[in-house]
């Protein structure tokens, strides 16, 4: 396959899946090469094997970090600090793409990010909502179950001093209700205390907000 034809089948496409690309192809290795050699020369990133992204210059597409992270391992969604993020639930920008998955945790190193993945037994996979940006579906999870998960994968005693440290703020998109839902369904002592804590520092800003 030349360049030029390849560019133009993938340049509306969010990610090049090779196996997709591949699949019905009588002898797949000729085009396994070109586009070995194309990664090679800089024409396309990849992501991880199979999975690649045609370099900046050639792409009409959008790269969605949300949308590679939930990709690059399935199942997954984006929780941790880097939903915390999302929600400005923290200022920081997190420099890591970090995400819960049932399967192996695992890291990849890319041109466009780095993206983490860290196990989670199936039971506690939920509280994540689908975001569609570009067309492309990533899955992150909510306000809520992002601190659990924080909590829970850290195993972090939480405590007044560490939710200002995390200068946790915008607290009324923490919907407690939900908050003790999500902790009651965890069904562990620490995370029951952590929503508790949370609970006092939201009231406490809550009335600090009132003052001013």
């Known amino acids: 396959m030349k360049w030029a034809k390849f560019v133009e089948i993938m340049r509306d496409l969010p990610v090049i899946d090779t196996e997709i690309l591949l699949a019905g192809v009588?002898?797949?290795?000729?085009?396994?090469?070109?586009?070995?050699?194309?990664?090679?020369?800089?024409?396309?990133?990849?992501?991880?094997?199979?999975?690649?992204?045609?370099?900046?210059?050639?792409?009409?597409?959008?790269?969605?970090?949300p949308y590679l992270a939930s990709i690059l391992k399935?199942?997954?969604?984006?929780?941790?600090?880097?939903?915390?993020?999302?929600?400005?639930?923290?200022?920081?920008?997190?420099?890591v793409w970090t995400s819960i998955t049932t399967k192996r945790p695992?890291?990849?190193?890319?041109?466009?990010?780095?993206?983490?993945?860290?196990?989670?037994?199936?039971?506690?996979?939920?509280?994540?909502?689908s975001v569609v940006v570009d067309n492309q579906t990533a899955f992150i999870a909510s306000p809520e179950k992002g601190l659990l998960?924080?909590?829970?994968?850290?195993?972090?005693?939480?405590s007044l001093n560490y939710l200002e440290e995390l200068r946790l703020q915008n607290v009324e998109k923490?919907?407690?209700?939900?908050?003790?839902?999500?902790?009651?369904r965890f069904n562990k002592r620490k995370i029951s205390h952590a929503v508790e804590i949370i609970k006092e520092y939201v009231i406490s800003h809550k009335e600090e907000e009132k003052v001013l």
């Open 26 to 65: 009588s002898d797949p290795d000729p085009i396994k090469v070109q586009i070995s050699r194309w990664e090679k020369t800089g024409r396309i990133i990849q992501l991880k094997r199979g999975i690649y992204l045609l370099a900046e210059p050639y792409r009409k597409v959008n790269i969605n970090e």
């Open 149 to 158: 998960d924080l909590f829970y994968i850290n195993k972090i005693d939480v």
């Open 106 to 129: 695992g890291k990849f190193i890319t041109k466009v990010g780095t993206f983490v993945y860290r196990h989670i037994k199936p039971s506690l996979f939920w509280g994540y909502e």
């Open 74 to 95: 399935k199942p997954s969604y984006v929780s941790l600090e880097k939903a915390l993020e999302y929600h400005d639930l923290i200022p920081e920008a997190v420099p």
């Open 174 to 184: 923490v919907n407690l209700g939900r908050l003790s839902e999500y902790a009651r």
